[in-house]
Nanobody, 126 residues
Framework: QVQLVESGGGLVQAGGSLRLSCAASGRTFKYSAMGWFRQAPGKEREFVAT????????DYLGSVKGRFTISRDSAKNIMYLQMNSLKPEDTAVYYC???????????????????WGQGTQVTVSS
Protein backbone atom coordinates (compact mmCIF):
# COMPACT_ATOMS: atom_id res chain seq x y z
CA GLN A 1 0.00 0.00 0.00
CA VAL A 2 0.89 3.65 -0.36
CA GLN A 3 0.18 6.29 2.25
CA LEU A 4 -0.08 9.97 1.31
CA VAL A 5 -0.14 12.83 3.80
CA GLU A 6 -0.75 16.42 2.74
CA SER A 7 0.30 19.52 4.66
CA GLY A 8 0.70 23.23 4.11
CA GLY A 9 -2.88 24.37 3.75
CA GLY A 10 -4.26 27.41 5.53
CA LEU A 11 -5.89 30.80 5.25
CA VAL A 12 -4.34 33.41 2.99
CA GLN A 13 -5.43 36.68 1.44
CA ALA A 14 -6.01 37.00 -2.28
CA GLY A 15 -2.71 37.49 -4.07
CA GLY A 16 -0.82 35.52 -1.46
CA SER A 17 1.06 32.24 -1.69
CA LEU A 18 1.03 28.80 -0.10
CA ARG A 19 3.07 25.68 -0.66
CA LEU A 20 1.41 22.33 -0.22
CA SER A 21 3.41 19.18 0.45
CA CYS A 22 2.48 15.55 0.00
CA ALA A 23 4.65 12.97 1.71
CA ALA A 24 4.45 9.44 0.34
CA SER A 25 5.38 6.27 2.19
CA GLY A 26 4.95 2.55 1.73
CA ARG A 27 5.21 0.87 -1.65
CA THR A 28 6.05 4.01 -3.58
CA PHE A 29 7.27 1.97 -6.53
CA LYS A 30 3.65 1.05 -7.26
CA TYR A 31 2.82 4.29 -9.02
CA SER A 32 4.17 6.25 -11.97
CA ALA A 33 2.49 9.61 -11.49
CA MET A 34 1.27 11.90 -8.77
CA GLY A 35 -1.26 14.66 -8.88
CA TRP A 36 -3.13 17.34 -7.02
CA PHE A 37 -6.91 17.58 -7.11
CA ARG A 38 -9.26 19.94 -5.29
CA GLN A 39 -12.85 20.05 -4.21
CA ALA A 40 -14.69 23.26 -3.43
CA PRO A 41 -17.90 23.29 -1.38
CA GLY A 42 -20.83 22.07 -3.44
CA LYS A 43 -18.64 21.19 -6.40
CA GLU A 44 -17.12 18.05 -7.79
CA ARG A 45 -13.48 17.22 -7.26
CA GLU A 46 -11.33 18.51 -10.11
CA PHE A 47 -7.85 18.04 -11.46
CA VAL A 48 -5.28 20.72 -10.62
CA ALA A 49 -1.82 19.45 -11.59
CA THR A 50 0.06 16.26 -12.29
CA UNK A 51 3.67 15.12 -12.59
CA UNK A 52 5.18 11.89 -13.82
CA UNK A 53 7.66 9.88 -11.78
CA UNK A 54 10.57 11.22 -13.79
CA UNK A 55 9.23 14.75 -13.76
CA UNK A 56 9.34 14.83 -17.55
CA UNK A 57 5.55 15.14 -17.94
CA UNK A 58 3.72 17.94 -16.15
CA ASP A 59 0.24 19.27 -16.77
CA TYR A 60 -2.01 21.85 -15.16
CA LEU A 61 -5.61 22.91 -15.04
CA GLY A 62 -5.89 25.88 -17.34
CA SER A 63 -6.97 28.33 -14.66
CA VAL A 64 -3.87 27.67 -12.53
CA LYS A 65 -1.25 27.72 -15.28
CA GLY A 66 1.33 30.39 -14.60
CA ARG A 67 0.31 30.60 -10.94
CA PHE A 68 0.84 27.07 -9.60
CA THR A 69 3.97 24.94 -9.90
CA ILE A 70 4.08 21.21 -9.23
CA SER A 71 7.34 19.51 -8.36
CA ARG A 72 8.66 16.49 -6.54
CA ASP A 73 11.70 15.38 -4.59
CA SER A 74 12.08 11.74 -5.59
CA ALA A 75 14.76 11.07 -2.99
CA LYS A 76 12.43 12.17 -0.20
CA ASN A 77 9.19 10.95 -1.83
CA ILE A 78 7.60 14.36 -1.41
CA MET A 79 5.51 16.23 -3.95
CA TYR A 80 4.90 19.95 -3.76
CA LEU A 81 2.41 22.43 -5.12
CA GLN A 82 3.61 26.02 -5.01
CA MET A 83 0.57 28.27 -5.32
CA ASN A 84 1.10 31.95 -6.08
CA SER A 85 -1.30 34.79 -6.86
CA LEU A 86 -4.05 32.91 -5.10
CA LYS A 87 -7.66 33.83 -5.82
CA PRO A 88 -10.82 33.26 -3.77
CA GLU A 89 -11.93 30.73 -6.37
CA ASP A 90 -8.92 28.59 -5.43
CA THR A 91 -10.56 27.92 -2.07
CA ALA A 92 -11.02 24.17 -1.71
CA VAL A 93 -9.81 21.05 -0.01
CA TYR A 94 -6.68 19.96 -1.87
CA TYR A 95 -5.91 16.27 -2.22
CA CYS A 96 -2.77 14.57 -3.43
CA UNK A 97 -3.01 11.32 -5.31
CA UNK A 98 -0.77 8.64 -6.75
CA UNK A 99 -1.45 6.20 -9.54
CA UNK A 100 -0.32 4.71 -12.83
CA UNK A 101 -2.20 6.36 -15.69
CA UNK A 102 -1.81 4.41 -18.89
CA UNK A 103 -1.18 7.47 -21.07
CA UNK A 104 -0.01 11.04 -20.50
CA UNK A 105 -3.48 12.20 -21.47
CA UNK A 106 -4.94 10.13 -18.65
CA UNK A 107 -2.80 11.79 -16.00
CA UNK A 108 -5.52 14.37 -15.35
CA UNK A 109 -8.25 11.77 -14.85
CA UNK A 110 -9.25 11.15 -11.26
CA UNK A 111 -10.15 7.50 -11.77
CA UNK A 112 -6.55 6.76 -12.84
CA UNK A 113 -5.32 7.34 -9.30
CA UNK A 114 -5.44 4.56 -6.73
CA UNK A 115 -4.07 6.26 -3.63
CA TRP A 116 -5.33 9.44 -2.00
CA GLY A 117 -4.40 11.62 0.92
CA GLN A 118 -6.85 12.96 3.48
CA GLY A 119 -6.84 16.48 2.06
CA THR A 120 -5.75 19.88 3.30
CA GLN A 121 -7.94 22.99 3.40
CA VAL A 122 -6.91 26.07 1.44
CA THR A 123 -8.97 29.19 2.04
CA VAL A 124 -8.33 32.40 0.10
CA SER A 125 -10.04 35.50 1.41
CA SER A 126 -10.91 38.45 -0.80
Amino acid sequence: QVQLVESGGGLVQAGGSLRLSCAASGRTFKYSAMGWFRQAPGKEREFVATISWSGAIIDYLGSVKGRFTISRDSAKNIMYLQMNSLKPEDTAVYYCAAGSPLTPQAMGVMSEYDYWGQGTQVTVSS
